[in-house]
C-alpha cells in the first residue's frame, strides 16, 4: 500500500490544499493581477492577502473546532436584552477609575457614580440593628457575647431555629423560611390597616427583580397576535423591558404625563391598550410607586382608577413597591395597592389577580447586596399557584441570609426593646436626608437653563428634562449614538459624573432626560450639581 493511500482523509485535504497554495494560482477572492505585473507565489503572500483567514494549528496540526455557541447561534432574546443602569456609560465609568488609579491625568478626581440606587456604595450607613442580627445568625458564637443587645440575640435565635442545622448555610423551603412569611405577612396587615394577609401567599425572593421575573415567566405564553403583551410605564426602570425581550413577550408603552409631575393617566392607559390589542393580547399591567426612575407617588383615587380599569379591562396587575418608605414632598403619601384592593370592597378585592413586591435594598435600608425580598399574591387561581411553587422550587430557594435581613425589615425593633430608640433615629436620620436632597436636587437643576426638573416627590432618583442643541444631536447621530447617550458621555469623560441617559428608560419622542440618583452624601451630592450645571452651560455654548 502506498504511503498516500495510508493518509487520513484530513490528511490528505491538508496536503492538497498545501499543494494548491504553493502552486502561484491565485484566490479566487482576489483580484486578478495586472497585465505587467509579474506572478507572485501565494506562499510569498500573508493568509488575509491569499484571502484566506488566517487559523491557528492544533498540536496534531489539525484545524481548530468551531465554536457551538456563537452570536449567530445564541439564544437570539438574549441579544435584544438592554439593562442600561449597567450599560456603556458604566463600563466607561470602570475603565476610568482604573485609569485614576494607575495615575492617568484626568480632569476630575474621582469617579461620582450617580447611576444606580446602590445606597451604601454611596456611602448610606446601615442600620445598626440590622447588622447585628445578620453577624449573630452567621455566627452564633457571638449569642455569648454581651455586647449584643438582648433583642437582637431574639430575632437571631428565632431565625436560627427555623435554619435546617440552626445554620443560614443550610436551604430553606423554596417558598422562604416560615417564621419570615409570617412576620412579612404581620406586617402586611400593620401597614395596610388590618386588611387580612395569608402567609401561603407570601413568596420570598432574591430582591424584588426575582419576584417580578417569576410572574412574568407564568403570564406569557402565545404565537403571533395571541402572544402575551404587558403594559410598561415610559419611563420605566429597565428591568421590565430586558425581562420581556427575553421572554419575547410583547411591551406596552404607557405614556407618565411630564407636565403634571409624572402622573399617570387613565386615558392614556386605555390608547396603549386599545392599540396593542390589534397585534398582541395584553394580560398585564405593571406600575412601579413610587417611581423609577421618575419619582413620583400615586394618589389615592389614581390607584383607585387603575384597579378599576384593569378589572374592567381582565389585566393582571403587578405593583412595584420597593420604594414604599422613600416618600418626601409634602401632601404625598404611598398607599398600597392591596389597601386599597380591599377598601374598595368585594367587587375588586375577590375578583382583581394582584402580585406586589418588596425588597431590602431601597427605602432607608439600601441592603442591596443581601438580595432579600417578598411578593405577595392575591386572588390567584389554585392551579396556577401551585405551578408557581413549582417554579420557585427549580431555584431551590432564595439566599437565607436575604430572607433574614427580610425578616428584620419587617420585624424591627419595637417600643420597650433596648435597640428600639437606636433603630428610630438611624431611620429617621436617613430618610430626613434624603428628603433634603430631593429638594435640593430639584432646586439647584431648575436654576439651570436648559435643564427642567419636576419634584423628586418619593423613590432616589430625579429624571431631568434637558435642552440640547441641533448640532449635538447631529454629531451624536453621526456617531451611532442617541444624542443623550452622547451628552452623558461627554459628562462622564469631562466631569467624571456618571448618569444614565433617559434612551435607556424610555421617553416620548424629541425629549432628553437623564436619571441620577439622589444618594452621595449631601456635600458631594452638591458638588456633583454643580458640576452638571457647569457642563450643561459649557456644552450648550459648545454646541449652539
Not at 412601579?288 to 426612575?293: A, C, L, S, V
Amino acid at each position: 500500500m502506498s504511503a498516500t493511500r495510508m493518509l487520513s482523509p484530513r490528511a490528505l485535504f491538508l496536503r492538497a490544499r498545501s499543494d494548491f497554495l504553493s502552486s502561484g494560482v491565485r484566490s479566487l477572492t482576489s483580484p486578478p493581477l495586472p497585465p505587467s505585473s509579474p506572478g507572485r507565489s501565494l506562499s510569498s503572500l500573508s493568509p488575509p492577502r491569499r484571502g484566506i483567514p488566517r487559523e491557528k494549528m492544533t498540536e496534531d496540526g489539525g484545524l481548530p473546532r468551531a465554536k457551538v455557541l456563537t452570536i449567530d447561534t445564541m439564544n437570539p432574546t438574549v441579544r435584544k436584552v438592554e439593562y442600561a443602569v449597567r450599560g456603556p456609560i458604566v463600563q466607561r465609568a470602570v475603565e476610568l477609575e482604573r485609569e485614576l488609579s494607575q495615575g492617568m491625568k484626568k480632569p476630575f478626581s474621582e469617579v461620582i457614580k450617580a447611576n444606580i440606587g446602590d445606597a451604601h456604595a454611596m456611602g448610606q450607613q446601615p442600620i445598626t440593628f440590622f447588622r447585628q442580627v445578620m453577624a449573630l445568625c452567621s455566627y452564633p458564637e457571638l449569642l455569648n457575647d454581651d455586647s449584643f443587645p438582648e433583642d437582637a440575640k431574639s430575632r437571631a435565635r428565632r431565625i436560627l431555629q427555623s435554619c435546617g442545622g440552626n445554620s443560614m448555610g443550610a436551604y430553606s423551603a423554596s417558598q422562604g423560611l416560615d417564621c419570615v412569611r409570617q412576620d412579612v405577612a404581620r406586617y402586611i396587615e400593620r401597614r395596610d390597616g388590618g386588611v387580612h394577609c395569608n402567609p401561603d401567599n407570601i413568596y420570598l425572593t432574591t430582591g424584588a427583580s426575582d419576584g417580578i421575573v417569576t410572574m412574568l415567566k407564568l403570564l406569557v405564553c402565545g404565537e403571533g397576535v395571541n402572544r402575551s403583551g404587558v403594559m410598561i410605564s415610559i419611563p420605566q426602570y429597565p428591568l421590565y423591558s430586558a425581562a420581556l425581550a427575553e421572554l419575547a413577550a410583547v411591551q406596552i408603552n404607557y405614556y407618565l404625563n411630564e407636565e403634571t409631575c409624572w402622573s399617570l393617566d387613565i386615558a392614556e392607559l386605555q390608547r396603549a391598550l386599545d392599540e396593542a390589542r390589534t397585534h398582541c393580547n395584553p394580560r398585564a399591567l405593571c406600575i412601579i410607586n413610587p417611581g423609577n426612575p421618575t419619582g413620583q407617588v400615586q394618589s389615592r383615587k389614581c390607584i383607585e382608577d387603575v384597579i378599576r380599569f384593569a378589572a374592567k379591562e381582565r389585566l393582571f396587575l403587578m405593583a412595584d413597591e420597593v420604594y414604599q418608605d422613600n416618600v418626601y414632598a409634602e401632601g404625598c403619601q404611598f398607599h398600597s395597592f392591596k389597601k386599597v384592593l380591599f377598601e374598595m370592597g368585594p367587587e375588586y378585592s375577590n375578583t382583581v389577580e394582584l402580585a406586589s413586591f418588596h425588597s431590602t435594598s431601597k427605602c432607608y435600608m439600601g441592603e442591596c447586596g443581601f438580595r432579600g425580598g417578598y411578593m405577595e399574591v392575591i386572588n390567584m387561581d389554585d392551579e396556577v399557584k401551585a405551578q408557581l411553587s413549582k417554579l420557585v422550587s427549580v431555584r431551590l430557594c432564595p439566599p437565607v441570609p436575604g430572607q433574614a435581613l427580610m425578616d428584620l425589615v419587617v420585624n424591627p425593633p419595637q417600643p420597650g426593646e433596648p435597640s428600639y430608640h437606636q433603630f428610630i433615629k438611624e431611620r429617621t436620620a436617613t430618610l430626613s436626608a434624603l428628603a433634603e436632597k430631593a429638594k435640593l436636587t430639584e432646586q439647584v437643576l431648575n436654576t439651570v437653563p436648559g435643564i427642567r426638573c419636576n419634584p423628586v416627590q418619593g423613590a432616589m432618583y430625579s429624571f431631568p428634562r434637558i435642552t440640547i442643541p441641533e448640532k449635538a444631536v447631529r454629531e451624536a447621530e453621526e456617531k451611532g449614538q442617541q444624542p443623550d447617550m452622547f451628552y452623558c458621555m461627554r459628562m462622564l469623560e469631562e466631569t467624571g459624573i456618571c448618569l444614565v441617559p433617559g434612551s435607556g428608560f424610555g421617553q416620548r419622542d424629541g425629549t432628553f432626560h437623564f436619571r441620577m440618583t439622589i444618594l452621595p452624601p449631601a456635600d458631594k451630592l452638591t458638588v456633583l450639581l454643580n458640576k452638571v450645571k457647569e457642563f450643561h452651560q459649557k456644552f450648550t455654548q459648545q454646541y449652539s
